[in-house]
């Protein structure tokens, strides 16, 4: 079975402190890709990053990095100098290569960060 | 370049009436995902679409829910009789449909509320 866990329900910290958000995946397949969304308070979902399986490179986008480790099936996100407007729900999610072929997302139930001024 | 757009942005029934939900999908993209969103959870999958064809329902409730994508049009997620648990977002994402490096991309949700 696929699972995504994101064991963090809310985390709050102080503008300009560094944050990780932690997502622990589960599945059987040797092909999958991870994901990021953001969720902000008028509810869309932004995208934030992709990544295969196969590339355990860790990525940084300006205040962003992301950290994929396969050995403990994770890949966690951190968020750098964080802002007020970093305020949002985050959710991590799973997609393999089924079968099926269908490539839904398996998601996480997100971590609700909450940056101070 | 367009996103994905849904509408209604905000949807109100009454206990039995019928929710009309729509997507339209990103320019090129040719296959659709629809997710709810419970208050306070994540995305759950509940069905997902080609242009006139069903390929997955897996995550559809078996009675009132069902989905179309027609050759010309929105996709059309529908709920018949509606009740106070399907108050939630939901949300629809369309690919390219080209395969596994596909990202999808998330229309901005329609929140439905039962009354």
């Known amino acids: 079975a696929q699972k995504v866990t994101q064991a963090q329900t809310e985390i709050s910290v102080v503008e300009k402190e560094d944050v990780t958000l932690d997502c622990v995946y589960e599945?059987?397949?040797?092909?999958?890709?991870l994901f990021w969304y953001k969720q902000p308070p008028s509810g869309e979902l932004v995208f934030l990053i992709r990544r295969n399986s196969f590339d355990e490179q860790n990525e940084i986008s300006g205040r962003y990095s992301w950290n994929f480790q396969k050995s403990t099936s994770s890949f966690n996100f951190t968020i750098t100098a964080s802002q007020v407007v970093d305020s949002a729900v985050y959710f991590c999610a799973l997609s393999s290569f089924p079968a099926s072929g269908t490539y839904k997302y398996i998601f996480g139930t997100g971590t609700r960060l909450k940056v101070l001024a | 370049n367009a996103g994905v757009m849904q509408n209604p942005r905000h949807l109100v029934r009454r206990r039995g009436q019928e929710a009309r939900l729509r997507c339209s999908p990103m320019?090129?993209?040719?296959?659709v995902y629809w997710y709810r969103q419970l208050p306070e959870e994540g995305l759950k999958f509940m069905v997902y679409l080609q242009k006139e064809n069903i390929i997955d329902e897996s995550g559809m409730p078996k009675e009132r829910f069902s989905a179309e994508f027609p050759k010309e049009g929105p996709s059309i997620l529908r709920i018949q009789q509606v009740v106070r648990g399907d108050s939630a977002a939901y949300f629809c994402a369309s690919t390219t449909g080209s395969g596994t490096t596909d990202t999808q991309y998330f229309g901005p949700g329609t929140r439905l509320t039962v009354l």
């Open positions: 320019k090129g993209h040719s296959h």
């Open positions: 599945t059987r397949d040797t092909t999958y890709y």
